[in-house]
């Protein structure tokens, strides 16, 4: 069974600097795709980035990025210039190849991200 | 666009009676709408996957009878917590796939807002 670890369960960071959210995950497919969630107080999931496994090149959105490293199965995200809105929880997050009803989202337990002005 | 809603936002209901929560995707069909339960401070975890028109898809450990899927319409799912105890009380999220996305992003989730039960 696949399985999706976050191995810090909080994090801080000052304003304008960079965090790096650490993720790693089993699972003995060769495809799937990884995302990054972030569920801010509203409890609203918001997807942040998403990773298709066949790309190597690692996934980008704005002030987002992430690590990507396939052989040890880990999955990193970084967040550039943090701004006082990126406070939340952020889940890692791994689903199947395939979509449909099988594409479902399995969660890593989270990271809780603060944000210092 | 891809917006959906849940309602109730929050429901509070006395032991030993049902409730029902509905999922619904405003501007798109959904083929396959997913329940999730996220305990205080703890991450989601799927329950169930329901494709309109079929029996819903139970993870392991849900019991079918207590929580009742319907998924009737390509617009609409709904989750029916029967005989309600404190202990189903959590915050409940669905989640939609698009029906005409499905095929080229098939990855592609839309959350709604979720649902906070509290069994008094």
């Known amino acids: 069974a696949q399985t999706v670890t976050q191995s810090q369960p909080e994090m801080s960071v000052q304003e304008a600097e960079t965090v790096t959210l650490s993720c790693t995950y089993d699972t003995s497919e060769s495809d799937y795709y990884l995302f990054w969630y972030k569920q801010p107080p509203s409890r609203q999931m918001i997807l942040v980035i998403r990773?298709?496994?066949?790309k190597q090149q690692n996934a980008t959105e704005n002030r987002f990025s992430v690590n990507f490293q396939k052989a040890a199965k880990s999955f990193s995200l970084k967040i550039s210039d943090s701004q006082l809105g990126d406070a939340a929880m952020y889940f890692c997050?791994?689903?199947?190849w395939g979509g449909g009803s099988q594409g479902n989202l399995i969660f890593g337990k989270g990271t809780k991200l603060s944000v210092k002005p | 666009g891809a917006v959906v809603s849940q309602h109730p936002s929050w429901v509070i209901c006395k032991s030993g009676t049902s409730v029902k929560i509905e999922c619904r995707s405003l501007?798109?069909?959904?083929?396959?709408m997913f329940w999730y339960r996220q305990f205080p401070k703890q991450s989601l975890m799927l329950m169930a996957t329901s494709n309109e028109g079929s029996k819903a898809t139970y993870e392991q450990g849900v019991e079918k009878d207590k929580f009742l899927i319907n998924h009737a319409s390509l617009t609409l799912s709904t989750l029916t917590v029967t005989s309600a105890h404190p202990e189903d009380s959590s915050f409940y999220i669905c989640s939609a796939r698009d029906l005409k996305t499905s095929g080229s992003s098939p990855y592609e989730q839309y959350f709604g807002p979720g649902t906070r039960l509290t069994v008094t």
């Open positions: 997050a791994y689903s199947p």
């Open positions: 501007d798109f069909q959904a083929t396959t």
């Open positions: 990773q298709e496994a066949y």
